[in-house]
Nanobody
Framework: VQLVESGGGSVQAGGPLTLSCAVS??????LGWFRQAPGKEREGVAAISDSSTSYADSVQGRFTISQDNAKNTLYLQMNSLKPEDTAMYYCAARRDSWFNFRANGLIPRLYSYWGQGTQVTVSS
């Protein structure tokens, strides 16, 4: 599985931004968006598996994850961005089936394949 992110950039607080991730490969059970700010651990932002989605509390209601299977593309629509959303954003794919997606979908170590990341900077 190969993943290539795009759409990152600089935006003012309160503004929107949409990230895209082109996905190619044979099989994956789920896709997710993760982020890592300097000096912090990588954290799960949003994940999708079949029709189920999961969001971190910090982005619930502001971010929306979706996928277009015809285009093999994963999206992350981000609204009402805050300076604390500033980070490198990565998309990832999980190869194995989920034991409990709702409980585990945002755990980075459970994902097998990663993109190179795209930077999002939110200024106040």
């Amino acid at each position: 599985v190969q993943l290539v992110e795009s759409g990152g950039g600089s935006v003012q607080a309160g503004g929107p931004l949409t990230l895209s991730c082109a996905v190619s490969g044979y099989y994956y059970s789920g896709l997710g968006w993760f982020r890592q700010a300097p000096g912090k651990e990588r954290e799960g932002v949003a994940a999708i598996s079949d029709s189920s989605t999961s969001y971190a509390d910090s982005v619930q209601g502001r971010f929306t994850i979706s996928q277009d299977n015809a285009k093999n593309t994963l999206y992350l629509q981000m609204n009402s961005l805050k300076p604390e959303d500033t980070a490198m954003y990565y998309c990832a794919a999980r190869r194995d089936s989920w034991f409990n997606f709702r409980a585990n979908g945002l755990i980075p170590r459970l994902y097998s394949y990663w993109g190179q990341g795209t930077q999002v900077t939110v200024s106040s």
